[in-house]
């Protein structure tokens, strides 16, 4: 999974990458002590990756969730619901 943000030009910048873990779950991107501020981001998932490495065929090998982050907005917890043939996400608490 990665994390980007979008540059005023529209380019993307990595800012943290990391693996889930058995639960699915991983470290919060940023580290807690960097902030998001006010612009647009997005969460790659590697998931033609993750479902090749368990033998399982699957329709989407890569789910990008775009989100806007407005300013005094911290707190992100944007959970992706996965199977082989289709996903769904939300801003959970």
């Known amino acids: 999974m990665r994390l980007e943000r979008q540059e005023s030009n ?4 990595l800012l943290a990458s990391a693996q ?4 699915g779950r991983c470290v919060p991107l940023p580290a807690e002590s960097d902030a998001l501020t006010a612009g647009i981001y997005r969460l790659r998932f590697d998931t033609g990756t ?8 699957s329709l989407y090998p890569m789910v990008e969730v775009t989100f806007r982050v407005r300013d005094g907005e911290q ?3 944007i959970p992706l619901l996965l199977s082989p043939h289709g996903y769904t996400t ?3 608490s």
């Open 10 to 13: 529209g380019d993307w910048r």
């Open 20 to 23: 889930t873990d058995q639960d």
């Open 75 to 77: 707190h992100f917890h």
């Open 90 to 92: 939300y801003r959970g």
């Open 50 to 57: 993750y479902f090749g490495s368990h033998n399982i065929d």
